[in-house]
């Protein structure tokens, strides 16, 4: 069984959902508490958000690295200085490499409900097809886009006068609950995996893989 103490969050933008996880870990009960957090590039309000918290922050940028491989390989020794039990990367959007994969539980979140919707556009894509139910997604990652063991999903109405900023941002305010919520349970109960099956807690018919 795993457990989430010290978590590393990977952030490309506003943030909002590493506020959340910074905000929940101010109090000791929470089980959990960010580190460090990681981006792929500078100026972003998600490294203001840490340094206002005292959160250390390091920045890895892929055109400063000759390869894509150079740079899964830096970013994992950042993370991997950071001693993480668990990495959450909210918002961050790029596909991590095997090096920090193989290395740490990553946990991903997803505006739309996966398996429909995947990648960059999720909450646009799920609006052009007309869905009248989204949500958001809380993922294990693997090598694939969106394709990982599901932890929690929670539903989203779609309204008829919605567009894609005010359907995101419907979904970010459940997003951001629901993130909060899970990373708490696994930090303080634990979670095995079965195949696609995760299961929190202390629960039989799982084994860690
Ligand atoms: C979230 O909806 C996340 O699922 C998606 O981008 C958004 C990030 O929001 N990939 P924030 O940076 O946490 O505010």
Not at 133 to 141: D, F, I, K, N, S
Not at 151 to 171: F, G, S, T, Y
């Amino acid at each position: 069984m795993s457990k989430a103490g010290r978590l590393v969050v990977l952030v490309s933008g506003s943030g909002t959902n590493l506020q959340a996880l910074l905000d929940a870990s101010a109090d000791p009960s929470y089980g959990a508490r960010v580190v460090a957090v990681g981006a792929d590039r500078d100026g972003i309000e998600g490294l203001a958000r840490a340094t206002k918290a005292n959160v250390p922050t390091f920045v890895e940028k892929l055109s400063d690295h000759a390869t894509r491989a150079d740079w899964d390989a830096a970013l994992a020794a950042e993370i991997a200085s950071y001693e993480p039990d668990l990495v959450v990367s909210a918002g961050f959007m790029k596909i991590l490499g095997a090096p920090t994969l193989d290395a740490f539980p990553v946990l991903n979140t997803h505006p739309a409900l996966l398996p429909s919707f995947p990648g960059a556009h999720g909450v646009r894509d799920a609006l052009a097809h007309g869905v009248k139910v989204t949500g958001c997604t809380v993922m294990l990652a693997d090598a694939g886009v969106d394709t990982g063991p599901i932890v929690a999903q929670e539903a989203v109405p779609v309204l008829p006068e919605d567009d894609e900023p005010v359907l995101h941002e419907r979904i970010k305010t459940v997003e951001r609950r629901l993130l909060v919520d899970i990373v708490g349970r696994m930090a303080r109960e634990g979670w095995t995996v079965s195949g696609r099956i995760v299961r929190i807690g202390n629960q039989s018919g799982g084994e860690s893989t």
